[in-house]
């Protein structure tokens, strides 16, 4: 399987969307190496839950972002997400089943991922940097270089995610936002 690297065709120069990117593709070389290694049906099925649960919390944070940015094509962008996220459940029964379906679903996954960031995710880049650039210039201390510490009330995050605290920690302040606080 090829092992997938981060390089810059894949960014869309939203720091935090980047990071969450890179956090995706870190899972699937996850896959990869359990489907390798041939390693024991559960240590691979945690992947697999690992992988949904990211990406559920990736694409809530997404969709979020871009309706906070007034982005024109939301709906469609959801739908894209929701195609995918359909999938992978049913990779997981046929797994539990005991079918073979790492290298069908790190495949999948990854073509998928690939093709969505540097289409789907790029095109709506230019409407979030210009919203962030306006937030950031209302509230200079909340979104500018001097970041204020997490507030309360983080939502729970994804088993293996805690090392990214920090950046959880924006997360709960663009909620902040969302809810109106800002
Ligand atoms: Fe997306």
């Known amino acids: 399987m090829e092992v997938l690297q981060w390089n ?18 870190e899972i699937l070389n996850q896959l990869r190496v359990a489907a390798e290694r041939r390693e024991r049906k559960e240590a691979t099925a945690e992947v697999l839950q690992q992988m949904l649960d990211y990406t559920i919390y990736h694409f809530d944070y997404e969709e979020k972002l871009l309706e906070h940015a007034g982005y024109e ?22 797994h539990a089943a005991g079918e073979d379906v790492l290298q069908e679903v790190h495949d999948m996954l990854a073509r998928w991922l690939v093709h969505h960031i540097q289409n789907d995710d790029r095109n709506y880049a230019p409407t979030v940097k210009a919203y962030l650039k306006q937030e950031a210039k209302k509230s200079p201390s909340r979104y500018g270089p001097t970041r204020p510490q997490p507030l309360e009330g983080e939502p729970p995050a994804p088993a293996k995610a805690d090392k990214r605290g920090a950046k959880r920690g924006f997360w709960s302040r663009l909620s902040g936002l969302f809810s109106g606080d800002a």
């Open 73 to 94: 094509l939301l709906p469609l962008h959801k739908r894209t997400h929701e195609l995918f996220i359909r999938r992978i459940p049913d990779f997981q029964k046929r």
């Open 8 to 25: 810059e065709v894949l960014a869309t120069g939203i720091e935090e969307i980047d990071d969450q990117h890179k956090r995706l593709l």
